[in-house]
Each structure stands twice: as C-alpha cells, then as structure tokens.
T-cell receptor, first 114, second 116 residues
Framework: GAGVSQTPSNKVTEKGKYVELRCDPI?????LYWYRQSLGQGPEFLIY????????DSGLPNDRFFAVRPEGSVSTLKIQRTERGDSAVYLC????????????FGQGTRLTVV | AQTVTQSQPEMSVQEAETVTLSCTYD???????LFWYKQPPSRQMILVIR??????QNATENRFSVNFQKAAKSFSLKISDSQLGDTAMYFC?????????????FGKGTKLTVNP
C-alpha cells in the first residue's frame, strides 16, 4: 500500500480480555517498529523487527505483550489480560533504510481498556 | 540511558511569522541522529528534519531548519513563514548510531498553534 496501515483505528475492550493490533507496513520495508503513546506523552519504543525476527524487544513492558511478524511483512501486537493502564495509542512504523531513523508511521490504534 | 527534554509544552505563532521550538538531550555517545517529527490531529507522525551528529552543518528542509549545538546538547527547530498547516504536536527524538539499536527516544512534545 501507499502508507503504513493499522487496524483497527479504535478498539475498546474490557479489562482482562485479549486484543490483537495489526500493522501493514509499506511494501518492501524490512524494518518495522511498535511504539506506545500515552496521553500527553511522546511515543515510547516497544519492539523492532528486522525481517521476521525481533531484533530488539527491550521496550515490551511485561510478558503480557507479544508481537510477531511471521512473513516479514504484516505484524501483530498481542496483549493478554489487558489492564486499564494499557490504554494508549499504539503506533506502528516501517523503514527502508536500516539505521537511518527515517520511519514512516501509521495513524495508530487507540486502545481503550474499560 | 538517553533522555530528550522539550521544555515548552505549548507555543503559538502568527501565520507567516517565525517560531523556534527547543530541545535538549542527554547522551554519552559521540555519534547519533536527532530528529523532529510532527504529529497532526490525525495521529500520524511525520518526519520533518534529520540531523547527523557528526555533521557540523545544520540541516534544512524548505521552511524548516535546525540549530544543532553538539557541545550544549541542544537541537532547536526553526519554522519560517509559519502556515496554518503547521499546527501540530512536534516531537524531538534521538537515535544512537551504534549498531543494532534502532529505537527512537522521544521528548514529551510541544503543541504548536499557528494563528491566522
């Protein structure tokens, strides 16, 4: 596609439920990133994929969070046993140039845990 | 750990005028990248400008330019001839140039309003 696509745009879930957030990067971009943006804050790094493998998952807050990218394209961020503190905008980005920091972001998924 | 500080939560400017947004950062590394990203209400982060720390020359992109002071660890963004479409959140970000790490470290942002 023309840009990074994230679905759904908004997601409301009940505390304790499981959610999946999807990211479709720009075609041909091998690097993919997930960030979390809480209200009034800048984005915080969660995980970085180079191809199919997670090159850096140091930002995942705990073992309830997991992300996959099985074919090196689409990625899914999975959150188990959601908590109200997980409410945030989850941003996905992709990049063609490794190590450049030139990331193309999607419009994010706003997750609300009630 | 690297930190990025934006000390101006909100700023406003009149259309066609010039505004400068401030950013300071803390790192012990000598080689890194600095960025300004724009986030309009659509939530999509857009890269405005990028600076490589080893380059002394300040980066420019049309109406956007930076003042990079490496010794002072300062990286301000100047927007000239401000336009209504420049209204957005602006985030300063840092990325190490050391191999393997690709994460951007963002500041808390500055909300810029351009008034007609």
């Amino acid at each position: 596609g023309a840009g990074v696509s994230q679905t759904p745009s908004n997601k409301v879930t009940e505390k304790g439920k499981y959610v999946e957030l999807r990211c479709d990067p720009i075609s041909g971009h091998t690097a993919l990133y997930w960030y979390r943006q809480s209200l009034g804050q800048g984005p915080e790094f969660l995980i970085y994929f180079q191809g199919t493998g997670a090159a850096d998952d140091s930002g995942l807050p705990n073992d309830r969070f997991f992300a996959v990218r099985p074919e090196g394209s689409v990625s899914t961020l999975k959150i188990q046993r959601t908590e109200r503190g997980d409410s945030a905008v989850y941003l996905c980005a992709s990049s063609l140039e490794r190590g450049s920091g030139k990331a193309f972001f999607g419009q994010g998924t706003r997750l609300t845990v009630v | 750990a690297q930190t990025v500080t934006q000390s101006q939560p909100e700023m406003s400017v009149q259309e066609a005028e010039t505004v400068t947004l401030s950013c300071t950062y803390d790192t012990s590394e000598s080689n890194y990248y600095l960025f300004w990203y724009k986030q309009p209400p659509s939530r999509q982060m857009i890269l405005v400008i990028r600076q490589e720390a080893y380059k002394q020359q300040n980066a420019t992109e049309n109406r956007f330019s930076v003042n990079f002071q490496k010794a002072a660890k300062s990286f301000s963004l100047k927007i000239s001839d401000s336009q209504l479409g420049d209204t957005a959140m602006y985030f300063c970000a840092f990325m190490t140039a050391q191999g393997g790490s690709e994460k951007l470290v963002f500041g808390k942002g500055t909300k810029l309003t351009v008034n007609p």
